[in-house]
């Protein structure tokens, strides 16, 4: 690059890594925008861009940010994305002194990211247990989390049972009676309109966690016996 540059030609350089946004000049950084037809560069902070490069990674600074957290509760459950409006309501009916949801980087929480987490904090001593709760999908990485966790770290994988539900195949919905899913789901009809079996609207997925937050009570959460299990024998070896 620096050879088309001492010939006086002007060069742009995209890249999509924030590792190459980082070691550059802060006055050499722009956003490529469009405006429908039009384009055009934007300056930006590297820092900005750096953020916005990295969403969807589990970084370093999010371990951090997580690690940090005060040690005023034995547990704190670190989840997927808006799972943590479901488990914020199931700790409240459950263990509401003892235990804590964190749900401060919901777009930096997807299953892979989980995983990463769990590996940066069982190498730490953080002053709270971590438990990190995935969904029934993703029991390999909680059993590859397992396997690799070095002894004595203070972090517990956990993945939800799949249940045989006739309207949520798989995410936390999947541990949710049908009537309670129900209002939340879409008919799935054949090509003469016979209705053949319900599913969860997954466009529904922040609305449906809203209404459990605010209106769950202990018959929602039958099928969370398991993770109580687990935080139930992580504060009874902590007293």
């Not at 690059?1 to 946004?21: A, D, N, R, W, Y």
């Not at 690690?67 to 808006?82: P, Q, R, Y």
């Not at 777009?107 to 190498?123: D, E, I, R, V």
């Amino acid at each position: 690059m620096s050879l088309f540059v001492e010939h006086g030609s002007k060069v742009v350089m995209t890249t999509h890594s924030p590792i190459t946004v980082a070691a550059l000049p802060e006055a050499e950084v722009f956003r490529v925008d469009r405006e429908g037809a039009k384009i055009r560069l934007v300056s930006t902070s590297a820092a900005d861009a750096v953020e916005e490069l990295s969403e969807g990674l589990a970084t370093v600074d999010a371990g951090l940010r997580i690690a940090a957290l005060s040690g005023d509760v034995d547990v704190t459950i670190l989840t997927e994305g808006h799972n943590a409006r479901h488990l914020q309501r199931w700790v409240e009916l459950n263990f509401p002194q003892d235990v804590q949801v964190f749900d401060k980087l919901t777009a930096y929480t997807n299953k892979s990211q989980l995983f990463s987490y769990g590996l940066m904090l069982g190498a730490m001593q953080p002053e709270t247990h971590f438990v990190v709760v995935w969904d029934c999908d993703a029991s390999k990485e909680a059993q590859k989390l397992r396997e690799q966790l070095p002894g004595g770290a203070k972090v517990t994988p956990f993945a939800f049972c799949e249940r045989d539900n006739q309207i949520a195949k798989g995410g936390i919905e999947n541990n949710y009676e049908e009537d309670i899913l129900e209002p939340f789901s879409v008919t799935i009809s054949d090509h003469e309109g016979r209705e053949l079996n319900r599913s969860f609207d997954g466009r529904r997925k922040t609305e449906f966690a809203d209404h459990v937050r605010q209106n769950g009570d202990d018959t929602y959460f039958k099928y969370f016996e398991g993770l109580r299990a687990i935080v139930a024998g992580i504060l009874d070896s902590t007293k």
